[in-house]
């Protein structure tokens, strides 16, 4: 099939598979004899996959690792599953550390709320962000 079939069957555009082939995440097509690519109706699949890592949040080189996994006639199941405790782990943190950042912007924010500013503030720039969250008013 041409690049503008594969490229409406999967939902990608025909630059994104251009990219995809010169990033190594497709196999470099055959080529009719009038130069256009023609690709394999297993590219399908494979373009399948590698919108379903990126939807679970990996990178387009995890999912090219992943792909060299099973291109060398492997199983990459093993893999993925490492990829992706390693990817929820990042997760986790991600999200400790928005609720972290959350806490404190809701202080500042309350802190912000008890008094209006003057024109008497020793602030530097504004006295929200250069106060001392743990001093009492």
Known sequence: ?????????????TKTLRFYEESGLLPPPTRSASGY??????????????????????????????????????????HVRQVLNARLDQVRTQIAELVALE?????????????EPTEHDNSAVCWILESDLDAPD
């Open 103 to 115: 806490g404190y912007l809701e202080t500042l924010l309350d802190k912000a709320s008890q008094r």
């Open 37 to 78: 690519r023609d690709y394999g109706p297993d590219m399908v699949d494979r373009l399948r996959f590698i919108h379903r890592g990126q939807a679970a949040g990996l990178t387009l080189q995890k999912v090219r690792q992943i792909l060299a996994v099973h291109d060398r006639g492997e199983v990459p199941c093993g």
């Open 1 to 13: 099939m041409k690049i503008g079939e594969l490229a409406k069957l999967t939902n990608t555009s």
